[in-house]
């Protein structure tokens, strides 16, 4: 009768342990479908504020920034065909002059790497062809 206790013991302990280590691989599936979901979100997130044109490769605007004794030194680059040139804008405010793309500009307030400013491309004419989200790099 003793043998089998023990047997039975021996059973539920190996099928207990199974059982944890199921549970294990389920909530490591779990943790590793939702850092997938939270990645993809992220990138949606970052194409979304990227650009406001579909094909982002088009619109792609980097934005460079450098502390100044007024304000901040900002040169933005993009590589849309039409665009010339640039303004730079906190939300709807205006805080730089038109420039041309690949020139430096006084933005003031002053801003810092980090930060992200709307930056809208315009083309020879002076029209808008692009309103782009940017994060602020060195």
């Known amino acids: 009768m003793k043998s089998k206790r023990i047997k039975i013991k021996l059973m539920t302990g190996i099928l207990l ?3 944890a280590i199921s549970t294990s691989n389920i909530a490591f599936a779990a943790n590793t479908v939702t850092g997938a979901i939270t990645s993809t ?13 579909p094909n982002e490769k088009e619109t792609s605007v980097i934005a460079t920034v450098k502390a100044a004794p007024f304000g901040a030194i ?6 849309k065909k039409e665009a010339t040139k640039y303004q ?17 500009t006084t933005i003031f307030p002053g801003k ?3 930060d992200v400013v709307t930056i ?18 060195s």
Do not use: E, P, R, Y
């Open 112 to 114: 810092s790497v980090g």
């Open 74 to 79: 900002i040169n933005a680059t993009s590589i």
């Open 88 to 104: 730079v804008f906190d939300g709807t405010k205006i805080i730089s002059t038109i420039a041309n793309l690949g020139t430096n």
């Open 120 to 137: 809208k491309l315009l083309n020879a004419a002076g029209t808008i062809v692009s309103t782009t989200s940017v994060t602020l790099i």
């Open 17 to 19: 342990a199974s059982m």
């Open 41 to 53: 979100q992220n990138t949606v997130a970052h194409t979304a504020l990227s650009s406001t044109i």
